[in-house]
């Protein structure tokens, strides 16, 4: 079963602006990463927040994270039509394997 | 390229062949992953591994797929008998031993392969 929800699970904007994906979750975590996916292939790791950080910023990437809400943004601003890709968050839980628990993804066009 | 790579890429096969899939990690990653993703979905754990010991099995993981790590290096899924709900992109991923990925458990994915059981 899957331990997220993204919000919203399309998005469509234009080049230029801003892009914001929300993501919650169910229950405790060590860290939450947010991966990319281009149509049909692999996922792109693009940043990583620990479960005692608030805020974390990458490039045009900006990662949020309320252990107390169970939930998480990211932010990418000045988009790109190359940002254009489905957007996942995965919770981290270190029990056993540390395997990744993904959400359903935001699927994110950006429109030229 | 000193990527995750993984053979084939795609797979094509009928309702009750076997196929096999082969995960070639990073090199000095010790831990490695299998996921399932299915259309429209997040990928979904099936089977982890610390150097050739498989640690831990998804539910999802029924009798009829095997996998494995045989030198804790490359692995192989196989799948016996499919179904037409096998249906679905299969990835792989690795990462750092524990001890050297300071606390973290940053994944790096494969391509993916893609099996259509007809």
């Known amino acids: 079963s899957q331990q997220g929800e993204e919000d919203p699970q399309a998005l469509s904007i234009q080049e230029g602006e801003n892009a914001t994906m929300n993501c919650s979750y169910k229950?405790?975590?060590?860290?939450l990463q947010w991966y990319r996916q281009n149509s049909g292939r692999g996922l792109v790791h693009l940043i990583l927040?620990?479960?005692?950080?608030r805020e974390k910023h990458s490039g045009r990437l900006r990662v949020t994270l309320d252990t107390s809400k169970k939930s998480s943004s990211l932010l990418i601003t000045a988009s790109r039509a190359a940002d254009t890709a489905s957007y996942f968050c995965a919770t981290g839980i270190f029990q056993g394997a540390q395997k990744l628990v993904f959400g359903q993804g935001t699927r994110l066009t950006i429109n030229p | 390229d000193t990527g995750v790579s993984q053979n084939p890429r795609h797979k094509i096969t009928k309702r009750g062949q076997n196929v096999t899939f082969r995960c070639d990690p990073i090199s000095e990653h010790n831990r490695l992953y299998w996921y399932r993703q299915t259309l429209g979905q997040g990928p979904e754990f099936l089977t982890y591994f610390q150097n050739e010991a498989q640690l831990e099995k998804s539910r999802l993981l029924s009798d009829r797929f095997s996998a494995e790590r045989p030198k804790g290096s490359f692995s192989t899924l196989e799948i016996q008998r499919t179904e037409q709900g096998d249906s679905a992109m299969y990835l792989c991923a690795s990462s750092l031993p524990f001890r050297l990925a300071g606390g973290r458990n940053e994944q790096f994915f494969g391509p993916g392969t893609r099996l259509t059981v007809l």
């Open positions: 229950t405790s975590i060590n860290n």
């Open positions: 927040i620990r479960s005692n950080e």
